[in-house]
């Protein structure tokens, strides 16, 4: 089946470390992107990325960093800068960047501090 | 970054009413999209709407481009309690990649 697989569902992570998330899709999707969603929040944009090898900054993309070294794969991580990293963690993808095509989501990862 | 405003923030209605909510935004937007949220899963896309005006139904729901282009409803006719989740409004700008999310509707249906 198609789809856009988040692994993992559940993560936790310790002062001081960096932890990365998974995100990959076979949907032959361009744009990739990374939200954070807070409870009662709308989603947050982290970083996005419209091709291979080329990704920019959403809104809140301090204590964040990703690469796009495949069209089917967008990896975040979640680096020890990321002072307040407790949310839950969406990764979407879109045809394209452009002409408003709808963006598809995973099923997210939470992220917990030990 | 800017949001949406979405309306209600929370409903609680009885099983079998018709509900609406919508999203309204001081600037024009080239699509609206409504996505369903349930609790510890992404939001699925519902309906996508791409010209103003525009009526599109998918079942029980029905979603309206507003005609000035800063607005969407959605109503879900005869509610089930399998409608529980969070609606969440969303659109794009012209010349711009990003999707604004509004901060959805929490809604609770009881049987």
């Known amino acids: 089946d198609g789809g856009i697989t988040q692994s993992p569902k559940y993560l936790f992570r310790k002062e001081g470390q960096n932890v990365t998330l998974s995100c990959e899709q076979n949907?032959?999707?361009?744009?990739m992107y990374w939200y954070r969603q807070d409870p009662g929040q709308g989603l947050r944009l982290i970083y996005y990325?419209?091709?291979?090898?080329?990704?920019q900054k959403g809104d809140i993309a301090e204590g964040y960093s990703v690469s796009r070294e495949k069209k089917e794969s967008f990896p975040l991580t979640v680096t020890s800068a990321q002072k307040n990293p407790t949310a839950f963690y969406l990764c979407?993808?879109?045809?394209?960047?452009?002409?408003?095509?709808?963006?598809?989501f995973g099923d997210g990862t939470r992220l917990s501090i030990l | 970054g800017q949001q949406l405003n979405q309306s209600p923030q929370s409903m609680f209605i009885q099983e079998g009413e018709d509900v609406s909510m919508n999203c309204t935004s001081s600037?024009?937007?080239?699509?609206w999209l409504w996505y369903k949220q349930d609790p510890g899963e992404g939001p699925v896309l519902l309906i996508a709407?791409?010209?103003?005006?525009e009526l599109t139904s998918n079942g029980r729901l029905t979603a309206q481009f507003g005609i000035t282009r800063k607005d969407s409803f959605l109503n879900i006719s005869a509610s089930i309690p399998s409608d529980v989740g969070i609606y969440f409004c969303?659109?794009?700008?012209?010349?711009?990649?990003?999707?604004?999310f509004g901060k959805g509707t929490k809604l609770t249906v009881n049987p």
């Open positions: 949907l032959n999707h361009d744009a």
């Open positions: 990325s419209q091709i291979v090898n080329d990704f």
């Open positions: 600037s024009i937007f080239n699509t």
């Open positions: 709407l791409y010209k103003a005006g």
């Open positions: 979407a993808s879109a045809r394209s960047g452009e002409g408003n095509q709808p963006q598809h």
């Open positions: 969303a659109g794009h700008q012209g010349g711009s990649e990003k999707l604004v």
